[in-house]
């Protein structure tokens, strides 16, 4: 539970019938060191045998009605592990780097499916170290939309990682590009699609996770050269790359946070052109989301709200935490957290606390 702010997410009831639920359970409640190994190896095991069959549906289920976010995060990083933990064997490494679009248009506009030159940004990547210099090493230039990337399952990603022969032509499945399209401000997140091959006993071929190294800022340009569209402003942000399935969950993340950037800054911009007071408030409803507000006391026409759909990994005290941070770079005084959980909807419609609002003028606030 969060000390920020609620945490509104309902989880189901223990499933007793689902295996890798009552393992991670029982890998979550192990004190001893050396039994807590064993159980996450069994964990492990479970999903690999399962994945070996082409079968997603135990994995997919424990995922679904993981009562817990504890339990859906062992599951998750479990199977993560089966997925790249291959062993000795030469073997591919197949990886995503999420790109964070912020757009703007007079009108409406689509940017580029793909790269223009995607040998540039492996160049790039390789002078840096992001990928190894001698790896082989594939980079579709598409830009693939998080719902492509998402059809992709586990079990798919098991079988690519140990059957592909080398990295030349991608992955034996379509992933198409997607003309993303702008209207007015927008922030939409695509993802680069890469697969190296990583040689038996041999070092990573691509430096996956971690932090935004100097190679960063030249990316950024290099993304905003290839994508320029006429009469777009655009802002290429990129992520470190990742394995595919973490690497769209954290693009995911990163769309919520930019997008809740944007939306803050526009309309703190709009109330100081009159100079208005501004008060920021953040909320936790019952259908799993986090809203936030900036209004103006007094004032039930300027003000604008976002709302940011809660994913399962998913911290609301981290999030809480960067809102308290956005606003005080925005020189926001004002900052409000509700430590109710608020309802959905009133009158039928979606509820967004406000200065005016009752719920903003409780003891509970931050």
């Not at 160049?123 to 230039?141: K, N, P, Y």
Request: glycine content about 6%; overall charge negative.
């Amino acid at each position: 539970m969060s000390m920020l702010l609620p945490d509104p997410r309902l989880y189901p009831r223990v499933d007793p019938d689902n295996l890798l639920i009552r393992l991670a359970m029982a890998l979550l409640t192990e004190r001893e060191a050396g039994r807590a190994l064993t159980r996450a190896e069994a964990l492990k095991d479970a999903i690999a045998a399962q994945l070996a069959a082409a079968d997603d549906s135990v994995l997919n289920a424990a995922l679904r009605h993981a009562p817990s976010q504890e339990v859906y995060k062992a599951v998750w990083q479990a199977a993560l592990d089966v997925v790249g933990q291959v062993g000795n064997e030469r073997h591919a490494v197949i990886f995503a780097l999420p790109v964070v679009l912020v757009a703007g248009c007079k009108g409406r506009a689509e940017l580029p499916e793909r790269l223009s030159d995607v040998d540039a940004l492996s160049q790039l990547l390789r002078q840096h170290g992001v990928i190894d210099a001698q790896a082989e090493c594939f980079i579709s230039g598409k830009l693939v939309h998080p719902d492509t990337l998402e059809g992709l399952s586990f079990s798919q990603l098991y079988r690519y990682s140990r059957n592909l022969a080398d990295a030349g032509r991608g992955l034996p499945v379509e992933l198409p590009g997607d003309p993303a399209p702008v209207k007015d401000d927008c922030v939409l997140v695509r993802y680069l699609v890469g697969v190296a091959m990583r040689e038996a006993n041999g070092e990573m071929p691509v430096k996956l996770g971690g932090s935004m190294g100097a190679w960063g800022m030249p990316l950024m340009q290099l993304l905003g050269e290839q994508l320029k569209t006429a009469n777009v402003t655009l802002f290429p942000i990129p992520r470190v790359p990742n394995w595919l399935r973490e690497a769209h969950r954290q693009g995911q993340a990163a769309r919520q946070e930019v997008n809740l950037q944007v939306f803050a800054s526009n309309i703190i911009r709009k109330l100081r052109e009159y100079s208005l007071p501004i008060t920021a408030i953040a909320a936790a409803h019952d259908n799993g989301e986090l809203r936030f507000t900036i209004s103006t006391p007094g004032d039930d026409k300027n003000w604008a709200a976002h709302a940011w759909p809660l994913a399962p990994l998913d911290s609301v005290e981290r999030i809480a935490e960067e809102f308290i941070g956005l606003m005080r770079e925005c020189q926001v005084e004002d900052v409000r957290l509700v430590k109710e959980v608020q309802t959905d909807r009133e009158h039928g419609i979606p509820f967004f606390v406000t200065v005016n609002d009752p719920a903003a003028q409780s003891h509970g606030l931050h």
